[in-house]
């Protein structure tokens, strides 16, 4: 764990945002369990996952089953954003399962959130400098991914996400089944996009155009990358890169990849186009002065792979006498 990074002392201008509702310890967070941590300092030291803090109710909310199927989603994410960046021609900016952080007016720590994978389209607008995203000082993510596995974050997360104002988030919860999942929690993904300071659902998220919900559940939870999903990223990847001007070629990687397959199309499409004219110089070389002459001919022409010189070649055919004559020319 990298060293504890203090809150920043009060600064001139600073101001506190809205306070987010404060769930209280006698709300339970499905699929969590409460541990007292009275202080950031305790929360930064703990070593466990946190869903949820409180300075207000000196406790934290901690998953209780943080296993595989948990972090497969937000690991598969990244796969599937780095595909599509490459698409768009540019990277995104995922930042993990990082602090989200309310302060207060004097700049301590007041609410902490942690969502499972955080996504900024544009890698530049927020650069790590604290141990935590801080509400009313960085950007907001463009998307927060939370999987509820054996959670159920609408119950007291979902409010906080939406209070804060974050723009977009994805809830999944996974095909595997668990016997700890809440029972009002059914596999499939829930887009939640925030309109007028509320969240709403809908079946297209406005980060990735043309992505829909169920689309992007079924690229989380099948067992290999499918035609289906290679289609969804390069449409969704091009239809972002036309916005920004960029496309595939502007990805080290993939460019070069891109670049280097047109340059072999252009060389294997010559070399097949100087076979076909020599083939047809030698039927020319044979009509004209027989199949003897046409086998010289063609011993010539395979030394020959400039199409220029080829043109050449056709002219002396078509100029010279006899075969002698054609003969000692290629020579």
């Known amino acids: ?68 199927v ?13 595909r599509l960046g490459q698409e768009r021609g540019s990277r995104f900016l995922l930042a993990g399962a990082v602090y989200l952080m309310e302060r207060d007016a004097d700049g301590r720590p007041r609410q902490v959130l942690v969502g499972d994978q955080t996504v900024y389209l544009d890698r530049k607008v927020w650069r790590p400098r604290d141990p935590a995203i801080v509400l009313g000082v960085d950007p907001l993510p463009d998307v927060i991914l ?35 999942r809440p029972r009002n929690v059914r596999p499939g993904l829930t887009i939640y ?62 460019g070069h990849h891109r670049r280097q397959a047109r340059a072999e199309g252009i060389a294997q499409g010559r070399a097949e186009g100087v076979a076909r004219e020599r083939a047809l110089l030698r039927r020319l070389a044979e009509q004209r002065f027989g199949p003897a002459t046409a ?16 043109t050449e070649v056709l002219d002396l055919i078509t100029a010279c006498d006899d075969a002698a004559d054609l003969l000692s020319r290629l020579s």
Request: with cysteine; proline share 13%; charged share 25%.
């Open 70 to 82: 948990h972090e497969n989603a937000p690991n598969l994410l990244s796969e599937l954003l780095t």
């Open 193 to 254: 996009v925030l309109d007028e300071g509320r969240f709403r659902k809908v079946d297209e998220g406005r980060a990735f155009p043309t992505w829909t919900a169920a689309q992007i559940h079924a690229s989380l939870n099948e067992p290999r990358l499918g035609p289906r999903t290679l289609a969804d990223l390069t449409r969704v990847g091009r239809r972002l890169g036309e916005s920004e001007g960029t496309t595939p070629d502007d990805d080290p990687q993939l």
């Open 146 to 180: 939370e999987v509820d596995h054996t959670t159920d974050i609408r119950r007291n997360k979902l409010p906080v996400y939406e209070a804060w104002g974050f723009p977009e988030v994805w809830v999944d919860t996974p095909d595997e089944p668990s016997p700890h």
């Open 1 to 68: 764990m990298p060293p504890f990074i203090p809150p920043p002392t009060p600064r001139t201008g600073y101001a506190a945002t809205p306070a987010a509702p404060t769930p209280t310890a006698a709300q339970d967070f499905p699929g969590c369990d409460a541990v007292p941590l009275p202080t950031w300092e305790d929360v930064w030291a703990y070593d466990r996952r946190i869903e949820y803090w409180s300075r207000e109710t000196g406790t934290a909310w901690v998953m209780r089953d943080a296993g595989p």
């Open 295 to 310: 086998a010289r001919t063609a011993e010539a022409l395979a030394r020959i792979d400039d199409p220029r010189r080829l």
